[in-house]
């Protein structure tokens, strides 16, 4: 009998939600994820070690500050792992720039650059970029020059409208810190999987993309458990830590389909405008609180990041 890991790359794409080499060595996804806190894990990885030494050494050769290098080493990561998958590996745009559309789409067009100049080209990155108004319209400004955008710290129908009106290539709704809110709110220790806040919400959101033909991929995030990610196997991607890939490997019990373009059930389509989108995260504690939190966590870590390296220099 095939595993449930085996089962679920049948008919959702695997992405390792992990920076680390060894990682994605092991597991084989088609794309991986990176965000700071992942890099922070990666200056811990012997299969690291060599890669991080050696890019800390050139920056110092190039004169470049602590905050330099650190640009430079996470696309320096992000190339390495390029070579280990098919597909794509994604590259956050700094937390702090949020709230910029402009210093967002600059910052992205220097990681494409420092890509290519690896000889990683564009069509191998996904450019992450939080799902503010602002992280969208950068989004959108990039996708037209043919740059593919991840909007991530994805919380709300409202964010997952306007990233579809702006042409986004995927999306990542966090299902498991909607469930963390949702669990403290309402004081509860655990959530049967239809009934989980985090599974409900992308799937209302893969059917409002597929009633209304939309392309942007979602990529269901941010899992506490394999009950959750069973709940939601034939979602587009699924980003799924090391310690979950592991567990599904070794579950040989039988995977059913939830998710399918056949059972959309043709929801309407709704334009989204910005005071819209505003009113609607306003309206949602969640979404506004999980929000903010993903980006002041995101920038705690990059800045933990530019410690360490300034440290080694």
């Known amino acids: 009998m095939t595993n449930v890991l085996d089962q679920l790359r049948t008919m959702t794409t695997v992405v390792a939600d992990t920076g680390e080499v060894a990682a994605v060595k092991t597991y084989k996804p088609v ?7 992942l890099v922070l894990k990666t200056l811990e ?3 690291s070690e060599e890669l991080v030494k050696r890019e800390i050494e050139a920056g110092k ?3 470049l500050n602590a905050e330099q290098v650190t640009e430079v080493l996470t696309v320096a990561v992000g190339a390495e792992l390029a070579a280990l998958v098919p597909g794509r590996v994604s590259t956050e745009v700094d937390a702090c720039l949020s709230f910029d559309t402009d210093a967002s789409v600059t910052r992205a067009r220097a990681i494409i650059a420092e890509y290519a100049k690896r000889g990683v080209g564009k069509e191998k990155i996904l ?3 939080a799902a503010t108004w602002e992280g969208i319209r950068a989004a959108e400004i990039l996708q037209d020059e043919g740059i593919d955008c991840n909007l991530t710290l994805l919380f709300s129908m409202a964010q997952a409208v306007a990233c579809a009106d702006a042409k986004s290539f995927l999306i990542s709704p966090f299902v498991g810190r909607i469930t963390d809110w949702y669990k403290k709110a309402e004081g509860r220790d655990s959530y049967a999987p239809d009934e989980d806040p985090g599974v409900k919400s992308v799937r209302a959101i893969y059917d409002y993309y597929k009633s209304n033909g939309i392309k942007t991929v979602v990529m269901g995030a941010s899992f506490r458990s394999s009950d959750q990610i ?3 196997a034939g979602c587009d991607n699924l980003t799924i830590a090391p310690s979950l890939l592991d567990e599904m490997a070794k579950d040989t019990s039988t995977l059913t389909r939830v998710l399918s373009p056949e059972n959309a059930s043709g929801v309407a389509p709704v334009k989204m405008t910005e005071a819209l ?6 309206a949602d504690p969640m979404a506004t609180e999980k929000l903010a939190e993903g ?19």
Do not use: Q, V, Y
Not at 31 to 37: A, I, R, W
Not at 277 to 282: C, D, G, I, L, S
């Open 230 to 232: 069973k709940a939601l």
């Open 45 to 47: 990885d012997p299969a």
């Open 61 to 63: 050769s190039a004169g």
């Open 295 to 313: 980006i002041r966590n995101f920038d705690a870590d990059h800045k933990k990041l530019i410690r360490i390296i300034a440290a080694r220099m």
């Open 277 to 282: 989108f505003r009113w609607e995260m306003n």
């Open 31 to 37: 794309d991986c994820t990176t965000n700071p806190s």
């Open 127 to 129: 450019i992450k970029l």
